[in-house]
T-cell receptor, first 117, second 113 residues
Framework: AQSVSQHNHHVILSEAASLELGCNYS??????LFWYVQYPGQHLQLLLK??????LVKGIKGFEAEFIKSKFSFNLRKPSVQWSDTAEYFC???????????????FGKGTHLIIQP | DTEVTQTPKHLVMGMTNKKSLKCEQH?????MYWYKQKAKKPPELMFV???????INESVPSRFSPECPNSSLLNLHLHALQPEDSALYLC????????????FGAGTRLSVL
């Protein structure tokens, strides 16, 4: 079974600061990787995803993430954060199985990001 | 339209009650999911339905009974729940293939008294 580790549980930054949230996964096979965001009182929304190809992926709202296979990592970055980025961020994976069918997501514990004006 | 609709938004029930949570999507997705999210914790997978058939059950207690009556609807029937079952219950849907993006509903916040 796969597992996901997020290193930072609480992060506080000032507006315009750069952001990097760490995510490592554990799984012996191929995985698909996701970052989801949960704004206060709202549902989970997809920020970006990696399935294959270019390991540097760009998502919505200026976020990007880099898949480093040798490090089993998929870190999330944003060069300049805004107050509206205050939210809970979850890294998630699912395994690419031989059957190719739908599979649930395994989430990391989340990072609570607070941006101070 | 990438909307997954869950009803009700809030539910309070006693330990002897029977209630149901509903989830609906009209994106043509053939995979649907139930997750449970406790406060300040990540979502945890409960069930996966693929083409209206239960394909994954993550060892969930039988007091939770899922049902997929058609390709657009997913229910979660609740009976004899415990206070520790209080949580946010999330529904999601996706194309029925591995690696598809899952779209989440806003959830039903359940309190068991």
């Amino acid at each position: 079974a796969q597992s996901v580790s997020q290193h930072n549980h609480h992060v506080i930054l000032s507006e315009a600061a750069s952001l990097e949230l760490g995510c490592n996964y554990s799984y012996g096979g191929t995985v698909n990787l996701f970052w989801y965001v949960q704004y206060p009182g709202q549902h989970l929304q997809l920020l970006l995803k990696y399935f294959s190809g270019d390991p540097l992926v760009k998502g919505i709202k200026g976020f990007e993430a880099e898949f480093i296979k040798s490090k089993f990592s998929f870190n999330l970055r944003k060069p300049s954060v805004q107050w509206s980025d205050t939210a809970e961020y979850f890294c998630a994976v699912n395994a690419v199985g031989s059957g190719g069918g739908a599979d649930g997501l395994t989430f990391g514990k989340g990072t609570h990001l607070i941006i101070q004006p | 339209d990438t909307e997954v609709t869950q009803t009700p938004k809030h539910l309070v029930m006693g330990m002897t009650n029977k209630k149901s949570l509903k989830c609906e999507q009209h994106m043509g997705h053939r995979a649907m999911y139930w997750y449970k999210q406790k406060a300040k914790k990540p979502p945890e997978l409960m069930f996966v339905y693929s083409y209206e058939k239960l394909s994954i059950n993550e060892s969930v207690p039988s007091r939770f009974s899922p049902e997929c009556p058609n390709s657009s609807l997913l229910n979660l029937h609740l009976h004899a729940l415990q206070p520790e079952d209080s949580a946010l219950y999330l529904c999601a849907s996706s194309q029925d293939r591995g690696g598809s993006i899952q779209y989440f509903g806003a959830g039903t916040r359940l309190s068991v008294l």
